[in-house]
């Protein structure tokens, strides 16, 4: 339950990794450290490919892209970018798992941004 909880944590969104939490009653202390990274790290990619007109997909560019259209192409990308981030976390080395200090986190994260958002 913990890998499902990871793999939903790099769509973003906070409160579908709590519901699984609740529902299987299991919440471990180093797996929240990763799912707070990726969900946060999901959100920093998906915004310049999803909102930011200069920058987004461009398909979503096309005006007459709208409703359930509009949504399969937004969800596409959320996909794309949730198996990506999985993908990033299953390469990470062995001794990244075991407990890191809170204050670690930092310097974590920035080696994130420049691996994908320099790349």
Request: with cysteine.
């Amino acid at each position: 339950m913990i890998k499902k909880q990871l793999f939903t944590a790099c769509l973003g969104v906070r409160a579908a990794v709590d519901i699984i939490q609740t529902e299987t009653g299991i919440a471990d202390k180093i797996a929240n450290f990763w799912i707070d990274t990726l969900l946060e790290m999901a959100l920093k990619l998906q915004k310049p490919r999803l909102s930011d007109p200069t920058t987004r997909d461009p398909q979503l560019n096309d005006r007459t892209l709208k409703g359930a259209n509009r949504k399969a192409v937004e969800l596409s990308i959320k996909l794309e970018i949730q198996k990506m981030l999985f993908g990033w976390l299953l390469t990470q080395p062995p001794h990244q798992y075991d407990m890191l200090p809170i204050n670690s986190r930092e310097s974590f994260v920035a080696r994130f941004e420049i691996y994908f958002l320099q790349s």
